[in-house]
Nanobody, 115 residues
């Protein structure tokens, strides 16, 4: 069983910053990738950013230049530094992990960008 625990969400003004963190624990085989998805009300869940064990990264076009994903392979953690936040970044953010043929999800953390 693999558990993902997210932290760092909250309310921030437009232009502000937040840092999300996710820690994975449990019976984890070789991790291929970790990342973040988000889902806004009434919208489909979308990829925000992902990083492989080899540190290859992938970002949604809407967050390029503003968000940075990083990973600590030894600690099985992934973080998302979010700068220059916009109201359209408001969503529930989910941490995800891909290991072997399985993918795992956290419970989600709310990010609200509002004045």
């Amino acid at each position: 069983q693999v558990q993902l625990v997210e932290s760092g969400g909250g309310l921030v003004h437009p232009g502000g910053s937040l840092r999300l963190s996710c820690a994975a624990s449990g019976s984890i085989n070789t991790i291929y990738a970790m990342g973040w998805y988000r889902q806004a009300p009434g919208k489909q869940r979308e990829l925000v950013a992902a990083i492989t064990s080899g540190s290859r990264t992938n970002y949604a076009n809407s967050v390029k230049g503003r968000f940075t994903i990083s990973r600590d392979n030894a600690k099985n953690t992934v973080s998302l530094q979010m700068n220059s936040l916009k109201p359209e970044d408001t969503a529930v953010y989910y941490c995800t992990l891909v290991a072997g043929l399985n993918d795992y999800w956290g419970q989600g953390t709310q990010v609200t960008v509002s004045s």
